[in-house]
C-alpha cells in the first residue's frame, strides 16, 4: 500500500487549503511527519500514514483508492 502523493497533495490543497496543519490534524498525526511524507523525506508507503488516509476518506466520504494504491 502506498500513498498517491499528487493526489494527496490535491486533497490537501482543495479541502484544506493548502494548509498541511490542518490536514494533518484531521488525520491525527503530526504535522511534521505528514510535511515529510509529502516532500518525499520519508516513504509515501508507511503504514500510518496510508491508514490514516484511509480512516479520514472514510469519516469524509471519499474514496480512499483516489489517494492509496494497494499492490
Known amino acids: ?6 493526489k494527496v ?3 490537501v490543497r482543495d479541502k484544506f487549503h493548502d494548509n ?8 491525527g498525526l503530526g504535522r511534521e511527519y505528514v510535511s515529510a511524507i509529502l ?3 520519508i516513504a509515501p508507503d ?7 488516509i ?3 476518506c472514510e469519516k469524509a466520504n471519499l474514496n480512499y483508492k483516489d489517494y492509496i494504491k494497494i499492490t
Open 1 to 6: 500500500m502506498e500513498a498517491i502523493i499528487e
Open 9 to 11: 497533495r490535491d486533497l
Open 20 to 27: 498541511i496543519s490542518y490536514f494533518a490534524k484531521d488525520l
Open 39 to 41: 516532500n518525499g523525506r
Open 46 to 52: 508507511a503504514p500510518k500514514f496510508c491508514n490514516a
Open 54 to 56: 484511509i480512516t479520514y
